[in-house]
């Protein structure tokens, strides 16, 4: 089982969900993130004082699949999220230890079957 | 199982209570008595008008706007989000405070007759013994008493909540109503007896406030200053400072503060009648030229006009014309607005970093320095084709402009020195500025317990 972390500009969001759906995966979790990348922000003005920018509005998926799907779904998040400028995003794949539905109970590759 | 309340201050509280009663008690026996002798002294009394008594009455709504939800949602939206309830309590507050202090002997200190050397009025009018439905000789002499108290009662209101903007995020809340309350007995009432009064000294002199230049925004100006002065800086200030975090706040409460401010100005005319239509017409322009100047200023200095500018440039243009709405003709008014856009961005932009201190909200960059440039080109543009009683140095009175500058001058030190009096009394009896811990945790959650943007539920 593996645990997908991935972190989108939050105007792709839909498409991402969209083709998440077309491909079955039907678990996630969305937040609203802010953070950086190499690329600085816009710097804001308060009464003439000038904030330098630092940290843009992203959004981040948690998605947990199991081992089959961990290919469909980086697929399916990569090329829809993609637009060719600097703040697409980043998808990090992390080993998930253990799962269990609170519901039933059910553990493993049940959970998120 | 824990108690919803604590009984541990019941005692305390039914001591109040019963100290309130019995004040209550005394001013409602001390008016019954006054009031036939009042009445057997008074001579016929002017007629009610119908259309000036509809407009004071709804001038007084209109500047009662301004402070709640106008003025509360202005500063609101320019702290952080930790401390916004703070601030929308303390204007809140403030209404309810000074309401009553307006009533027990605020009036009657302002307005009431003089109790010696035009300094402040007695006790007279205490408890609103003496107004009643009838007109007074002067003040308003074509409504009834009350609405001219009502009206004036909307000032005494906004003055102190106006200095909020001085030390928000930072005092407590109980030494703060103490504070509020002192304040308007030692510092407004005597000085809105002095330029208000027909009585009062500044009056006397011939100094020229239509509505409320030096009464209202260099009183608080200074007031501000002395408290953010006296508080010190805020956690982080100026190296880790936050942005506004309600924009759209700001601009409705900036739009509601416009909107009541032709109550504050035209109703200052006390008539339904032309002055008013001037009075708004000169409030109308000024702000809309000073929003205009303020947002160029940011456009040509720091590259954007901002929302904040403009509105903040729009509440300095309201400020400047204030003292100046009945006196001057349109030209005054497009240069008061234009002056108006220009001095408090300078003073807010590049004096106010220069010297350090921290005026959280501009109170004194705004109101007290917009108010002396209003009071200012008064003593200038004031003409008697506006009104009769007014005349400046461009028509012909060149003495004006020195009686402005009395005036000006010396509201800004008595109101200086008096708050910083009564700051240091205050905080001895209670702590006034909030601890780290509770500067850092957020005014809302540590004066009192609540938060204002629940996340989760």
Redesign the interface.
């Known amino acids: 089982m593996r645990y997908i972390i991935a972190i989108i500009q939050p105007n792709k969001l839909n498409d991402v969900l969209d083709k998440l759906e077309q491909k079955e995966i039907h678990l996630v979790t969305v937040s609203e993130v802010m953070g950086r990348g190499r690329q600085k922000g816009v710097g804001e003005v308060y009464r003439s004082h000038k904030e330098n920018g630092s940290l843009l509005r992203k959004v981040k998926l948690e998605i947990a699949v199991n081992d089959e799907f961990v290919q469909t779904t980086i697929n399916a998040i990569k090329e829809t999220a993609y637009s060719g400028n600097v703040g697409d995003g980043k998808i990090f794949v992390l080993d998930l230890q253990e799962v269990l539905r609170i519901r039933t109970g059910d553990t493993g590759k049940n959970a998120i079957g | 199982m824990p108690r919803f309340f604590s009984t541990k201050r019941l005692p305390a509280f039914f001591a109040l209570l019963i100290a309130c009663c019995a004040v209550l008690w005394a001013g409602s026996a001390l008016a019954e008595e006054a009031a036939p002798a009042a009445a057997a002294a008074a001579p016929a009394a002017p007629a009610v008008n119908s259309g000036d008594t509809a407009w004071v009455l709804t001038s007084a709504a209109l500047v009662f706007l301004m402070t709640v939800p106008g003025l509360a949602l202005f500063y609101g939206g320019l702290v952080r989000k930790k401390n916004v309830l703070s601030v929308l309590m303390q204007c809140f507050f403030i209404v309810c405070l000074v309401t009553i202090e307006w009533v027990v002997l605020g009036y009657s200190m302002a307005f009431g007759p003089d109790a010696g050397g035009g300094l402040v009025g007695n006790l007279s009018y205490a408890f609103l013994n003496g107004v009643g439905q009838t007109p007074h000789a002067v003040y308003a002499n074509t409504t009834p008493h009350l609405a001219f108290m009502l009206f004036q009662m909307m000032f005494a209101i906004i003055t102190p909540a106006l200095i909020v903007g001085a030390f928000a995020e930072r005092m407590r809340f109980v030494p703060f109503c103490l504070f509020i309350l002192l304040w308007s007995v030692v510092v407004y009432n005597p000085v809105c007896h002095w330029v208000w009064s027909p009585d009062g000294f500044l009056c006397k002199w011939g100094s020229l406030d239509f509505a409320g230049g030096t009464v209202v925004h260099i009183n608080a100006g200074m007031a501000a200053l002395a408290c953010a002065l006296f508080l010190g800086k805020r956690k982080g200030y ?1 190296d880790r ?1 936050s ?2 975090h309600n924009l759209p706040f700001a601009l409705i409460g900036a739009a509601l503060l416009w909107f009541g401010w032709f109550g504050f100005n035209a109703g200052s005319a006390v008539a339904a009648n032309g002055l008013a239509a001037s009075a708004f017409m000169t409030t109308q322009v000024a702000t809309a030229l000073a929003a205009i100047t303020w947002a160029l200023m ?1 456009f040509i ?4 006009a ?1 929302v ?2 403009v509105i ?1 440039g729009a509440v300095a243009g309201l400020v400047a014309i204030t003292p100046a709405a009945g006196f001057v003709n349109l030209w005054g008014a497009v240069f008061i607005g234009i002056a108006a856009g220009i001095v408090p961005w300078i003073m ?3 004096i106010k ?1 220069k010297l350090g201190y921290d005026d959280s909200l ?1 109170a004194f960059g705004v109101h007290g320095v917009g108010g002396m440039v209003g009071a200012l080109l008064t003593g200038l543009f004031a003409t008697s084709d506006v009104n009769s009683l007014g005349q400046g140095l461009f028509y012909g009175k060149p003495e004006q402009l020195w009686l402005q500058f009395e005036a000006i001058a010396i509201t800004m030190i008595y109101s200086f020195v008096v708050t910083l009096v009564l700051l240091v009394i205050v905080n001895v009896i209670c702590k006034l500025r909030a601890d780290e811990h509770e500067e850092t945790v957020g005014l809302d959650l540590s004066q009192h317990r609540e938060t204002a943007y629940t996340v989760i539920n």
């Open positions: 100026p400072m942005p506004p940011d200095f720091v590259g954007r901002t904040l500018g903040t807010v932009s590049i970093p501009d």
